[in-house]
């Protein structure tokens, strides 16, 4: 009988396929992971015949063939709770972390239980007793305002049981985003609460899903850092997390295990693997208390993001009548097309009308810029200066994203003057007024 | 009296203001350039005393305090043809390269003319004669599709007259678009036509402009390319500029001199700014040829794009009804939200049937990603393969504004089925199937 990690032959009455066995949860489908990387899962009743090709290597001491090892002996063994080690609370929302093959497609959907998760990752129990729960089971491309509500109450309620910290596994597609909205949302917390992602699925070979649990796993339990951050890889090897700041980061790559970036400021700190220790490169960091969960999750609903482009037409605009608020993702340092000199171009005379009138309906413009890195200016060009006049407000260096559920949490919990005097100060890391990025720029 | 460059105190009725006194063009006009390094003008009638606090320095051998001074001694100097050189045509559209400040706002409008912008730069008179002409005098933010005609409409006249390459002045915010445009309407060209601008406005210490320029210059006489690409700084110090592909460049950073990055590839070449040297960096380029240069401007106007983002409803999809083409900026590897099995969610269910009206009318719609680098691949997850059957394109790995360009490009000049094809085939460069560029990511 072929082992898991064997090279096999597989034939069904289509086809004929050769890939390496993968362990399966799933008692009535074999599964076979393609040199592509990709996984596709069979019927148990369709395949007619399977041989092995070549015995797989005994096991290594690399990081995923290990997990894969484990993940056979140990998907049934029982949770036991240790008194000696703190309490984690892990809060599943779906994603790729809590992914396994979709038998439908052959590709991946959102389907692993809590349970099979943590026997996956047998290391996090030596870290902390370990209390899952599943929040929700989405892509996180479905997230919407209402959800950050259930999932704040789910992390009010776990902090409030006594949990050291608390781990939410999410979709990466939103996850920056929705680590911002988590930040405006708790308005305080006395433990850390981490958000971490898988780029790769937790099935294949270069899941990175397991090493950014672990080491936000180790975060909570050897730093004194409470607030809302994301804990995923820094570089493309295992051996670093990076703990980024929940306001400031983009994810800057589709798939790339270090696609999350920190912008215009540093990560907080480093998590480095395989010594499991932790290196501050923030200094102002909130820190554990001994008080309660503070939660606000109101959120307005109808808040748009528009970005500008070439070519534009002012309807895009307009179509945001009746919105309370609106983020521009302007270009550069925050411009819009609008009332250019040239008699050819009568339609760039309706764009400044067109914001205008959003504005007197008492809907909130606020510019961000679509360059991702460094701020918005208004006050450099006669374009900005004129878009300040309208009454659009500058978001200084927030991320389009970030201004975005600032400002639906502002209109949520407080009078739109407040909200937009709100805006524009610093409440969560999400404004760096030092500047001081100017060094952190990345290229190469 | 006080000479550029000299510390001075200027009182005005409503202000006193320390600063330095710049070379100004307009003789009613007093220039002080603040310690923000931000410039006011002062009508010369406003002002009630001007007194020097500090004399300059004597000329430095540093490269902006040097133009500075040959600002002064060289804007009335005559522009005279050399036989031994080749020539090279200047087409201004505007921007800040081609700006200085406005006295209405103390901001910076578009407006140099072609002979002070040469003025400014004598070098550019030893490496070619300089043909140079006033196309547009616009932002770049109010560039149309109509404009682009209009600029290769001249760039086929100056070629034809026998220029040895083409220099485009042209604002940062929409160039790297504005550069992927032409390179898809300038179907042959048999010279370099390259893109120019400033990320600092030309009468400040720190402009960038003109080595961008000069760089230019020098990289059009110096080597045998030929195709449309952008040259600006490759770094923070004025050492030396890059290349940049057409399709592939962003502007990253909303001021930084070096914010236009290659994504998914590398620079074309390195200009070395001081030894006046040329290192290609990528092999496959279009060379110089003897023929003519095709042009093809035709472009559609009914053409979209959408960023994804939290929270959306599914209106923001249907509003382009009755467009012919729509880039959606999806998230991760090309994703919206849709279908999530969810029953509070029913807002949901109607992204899809909102995706399939729009591709049942005749739009073509084609998915890239936010994440600006890496591409896109709606094979991997579920919510891919779905979008893939209502009809999506996956748009591999080109940039959204590439994307957008080319499609109403496509839709400009073949029928809705063929556009539909070539969307996904690499044209000018727009798509890189070797994906070598998993290592041209760019942390740190």
Same mark, same amino acid.
């Given at each position: 009988? &072929?082992?898991?990690?064997?090279?096999? $032959?597989? /034939?069904?009455? +289509? *086809? #004929?396929? !050769?890939?390496?066995?993968?362990?399966?949860?799933?008692?009535?489908?074999?599964?076979?992971?393609?040199?592509?990387?990709?996984?596709?899962?069979?019927?148990?009743?369709?395949?007619?015949?399977?041989?092995?090709?070549?015995?797989?290597? &005994?096991?290594?001491?690399?990081?995923? $063939?290990? /997990?894969?090892? +484990? *993940? #056979?002996? !140990?998907?049934?063994?029982?949770?036991?709770h240790n008194p000696a080690l703190p309490t984690?609370?892990?809060?599943?929302?779906?994603?790729?972390?809590?992914?396994?093959?979709?038998?439908?497609?052959?590709?991946?959907?959102?389907?692993?239980? &809590?349970?099979?998760?943590?026997?996956?990752?047998?290391?996090?129990?030596s870290i902390a007793n370990?209390?899952?729960?599943?929040?929700?089971?989405?892509?996180?491309?479905?997230?919407?305002?209402?959800?950050?509500?259930?999932?704040?109450?789910?992390?009010?309620?776990?902090?409030?049981?006594?949990?050291?910290?608390?781990?939410?596994?999410?979709?990466?597609?939103?996850?920056?985003?929705?680590?911002?909205?988590?930040?405006?949302?708790?308005?305080?917390?006395?433990?850390?609460?981490?958000?971490?992602?898988?780029?790769?699925?937790?099935?294949?070979?270069?899941?990175?899903?397991?090493?950014?649990?672990?080491?936000?796993?180790?975060?909570?339990?050897?730093?004194?850092?409470?607030?809302?951050?994301?804990?995923?890889?820094?570089?493309?090897?295992?051996?670093?997390?990076?703990?980024?700041?929940?306001?400031?980061?983009?994810?800057?790559?589709?798939?790339?295990?270090?696609?999350?970036?920190?912008?215009?400021?540093?990560?907080?700190?480093?998590?480095?693997?395989?010594?499991?220790?932790?290196?501050?490169?923030?200094?102002?960091?909130?820190?554990?208390?001994?008080?309660?969960?503070?939660?606000?999750?109101?959120?307005?609903?109808?808040?748009?993001?528009?970005?500008?482009?070439?070519?534009?037409?002012?309807?895009?605009?307009?179509?945001?009548?009746?919105?309370?608020?609106?983020?521009?993702?302007?270009?550069?340092?925050?411009?819009?097309?609008?009332?250019?000199?040239?008699?050819?171009?009568?339609?760039?005379?309706?764009?400044?009308?067109?914001?205008?009138?959003?504005?007197?309906?008492?809907?909130?413009?606020?510019?961000?810029?679509?360059?991702?890195?460094?701020?918005?200016?208004?006050?450099?060009?006669?374009?900005?200066?004129?878009?300040?006049?309208?009454?659009?407000?500058?978001?200084?260096?927030?991320?389009?994203?970030?201004?975005?559920?600032?400002?639906?949490?502002?209109?949520?919990?407080?009078?739109?003057?407040?909200?937009?005097?709100?805006?524009?100060?610093?409440?969560?890391?999400?404004?760096?007024?030092?500047?001081?990025?100017?060094?952190?720029?990345?290229?190469?």
């Amino acid at each position: 009988m &072929p082992n898991p990690s064997d090279k096999v $032959q597989l /034939k069904t009455k +289509k *086809e #004929t396929i !050769e890939g390496l066995l993968m362990p399966s949860f799933d008692k009535d489908i074999i599964l076979i992971k393609l040199d592509t990387g990709y996984n596709i899962g069979f019927n148990k009743k369709d395949v007619q015949k399977i041989t092995v090709i070549e015995k797989a290597n &005994p096991p290594s001491k690399n990081l995923n $063939q290990k /997990k894969e090892h +484990k *993940e #056979t002996k !140990e998907t049934k063994q029982k949770i036991f709770h240790n008194p000696a080690l703190p309490t984690i609370s892990v809060l599943h929302t779906g994603g790729t972390i809590a992914s396994k093959v979709d038998y439908r497609t052959g590709g991946v959907v959102a389907n692993f239980s &809590p349970e099979e998760l943590l026997a996956l990752y047998p290391e996090l129990k030596s870290i902390a007793n370990i209390n899952s729960e599943l929040v929700a089971k989405m892509w996180s491309d479905d997230l919407r305002f209402k959800h950050f509500e259930l999932l704040a109450k789910k992390i009010e309620q776990h902090i409030r049981s006594g949990a050291t910290g608390i781990i939410i596994g999410m979709g990466t597609d939103n996850l920056a985003v929705a680590a911002a909205a988590l930040a405006f949302i708790v308005e305080h917390t006395p433990v850390p609460i981490i958000l971490v992602g898988s780029q790769r699925s937790s099935d294949r070979g270069s899941s990175d899903g397991g090493m950014n649990l672990i080491c936000a796993a180790e975060f909570i339990t050897k730093s004194d850092f409470a607030g809302v951050a994301i804990c995923m890889h820094e570089n493309e090897n295992d051996n670093n997390c990076n703990i980024l700041p929940a306001t400031k980061t983009y994810k800057l790559h589709s798939s790339r295990r270090d696609a999350f970036q920190p912008i215009n400021t540093t990560p907080i700190a480093i998590v480095h693997y395989q010594t499991k220790t932790i290196q501050f490169l923030q200094k102002d960091y909130p820190t554990r208390t001994n008080d309660k969960p503070i939660i606000k999750p109101k959120m307005q609903e109808k808040v748009g993001l528009l970005k500008i482009h070439l070519n534009m037409f002012p309807e895009q605009f307009s179509f945001f009548q009746g919105y309370k608020g609106l983020i521009i993702e302007g270009t550069g340092l925050g411009h819009t097309p609008g009332q250019v000199p040239n008699p050819e171009c009568a339609i760039h005379k309706k764009f400044y009308p067109a914001l205008k009138s959003l504005i007197n309906s008492g809907c909130i413009i606020v510019m961000t810029t679509q360059c991702i890195y460094g701020t918005v200016n208004l006050n450099v060009y006669d374009k900005g200066r004129d878009l300040l006049s309208l009454g659009v407000i500058p978001g200084e260096d927030m991320l389009a994203n970030t201004a975005f559920v600032k400002l639906a949490w502002l209109l949520g919990n407080y009078k739109p003057l407040d909200a937009k005097k709100l805006i524009t100060q610093n409440l969560r890391g999400e404004i760096n007024t030092q500047h001081q990025y100017e060094s952190q720029f990345i290229p190469k």
